[in-house]
C-alpha cells in the first residue's frame, strides 16, 4: 500500500513537471494553475497546498530546468573531454531541443520571464547562473584563468540568444543561418588564444 506521504510527493512531482513543461513552452502569461493541475491529473487545491502560487510554481520550476543544465554540463565535460564544448554547441543549437520548447532548456525559455519576477526568485536565477557560469569555466583550462568566467558568460549569451532567435523564426532557410552562425561564433569564442 502506498502512504499518503508517497502520494503526496508523487503529486507534486507530478505538478513540478507540468509546470516546468508548461511554464517552457508557453511562458508565465500563457499558462495557469488550472491548466498546470489538469496536466498533472490533479486540482487546483492541490497545487496551492504544493507551491502556494503561481509565482511559488514558476520559482520551483525554474529551479528544477536550472538544475538540470547544472547536472548536465559535468556531463558532457566527463563524456566528450576536450570535445565536450563542441558537443555542447551541437546540442543546444540542434533541431530535437530547438523544437522542444517543454523540454528545452530552462535557461533560453524562461531567462525572459525573470525581468518581471520577483526578488526571490531573481535571487535564485543569479545563484543558479553563476554556478552555471562558473561549472563552464572550469572546463575550459586552455584558456588564461583570469579570462575563463568571461568566457563562459559570453558563451553563454550567444547561445541563449541564438536559441531564442532561431525559435523566433518561420523560415528554415533563416532558422539555418542562424543556428549556423551562433554555432561557429560561439565556438570561436571558446578556441585557445595565441
Known amino acids: ?38 496536466a498533472a491529473n490533479a486540482t487546483s ?10 509565482d511559488g510554481a514558476f520559482r520551483a520550476a525554474l529551479e528544477l530546468g536550472l538544475d538540470e543544465v ?3 554540463i559535468p556531463l558532457f565535460q566527463q563524456d566528450f573531454g576536450a570535445g565536450w564544448i563542441a558537443a ?6 540542434g533541431r530535437a531541443h530547438r523544437d522542444d520548447l517543454a ?3 530552462a535557461m533560453t525559455s524562461l531567462s525572459p520571464e525573470l525581468a518581471r519576477a520577483d526578488d526571490d526568485t531573481r535571487d535564485l536565477y543569479d545563484r543558479k ?12 583550462p586552455h584558456m588564461p ?9 559570453a558563451f553563454l549569451g550567444i547561445l ?6 532561431a525559435r523566433a523564426m518561420v523560415n528554415e532557410e533563416s532558422i539555418t543561418a542562424v543556428s549556423t552562425a551562433i554555432s561557429k561564433t560561439a565556438a570561436e569564442l571558446m578556441e585557445p588564444a595565441f
Not at 508517497?6 to 495557469?32: D, P, V, Y
Not at 487545491?45 to 503561481?54: P, T
Open 103 to 105: 523540454c528545452g532548456c
Open 145 to 153: 584563468e583570469d579570462t575563463r568566467l568571461e568566457k563562459a558568460w
Open 45 to 54: 487545491g492541490a497545487f496551492y497546498a504544493h507551491f502556494g502560487s503561481k
Open 129 to 140: 547562473m553563476n554556478r552555471i557560469a562558473g561549472l563552464i569555466a572550469q572546463g575550459l
Open 70 to 72: 547544472i547536472e548536465n
Open 1 to 38: 500500500m502506498v502512504s499518503n506521504r508517497t502520494r503526496k510527493e508523487e503529486t507534486r512531482q507530478n505538478m513540478l513537471l507540468a509546470a516546468s513543461r508548461g511554464f517552457r513552452a508557453n511562458g508565465f502569461a500563457g499558462i495557469g494553475v488550472d491548466g498546470i493541475a489538469r
Open 88 to 93: 555542447f554547441i551541437e546540442y543546444y543549437m
Open 160 to 165: 541563449i540568444g541564438g536559441l531564442t532567435m
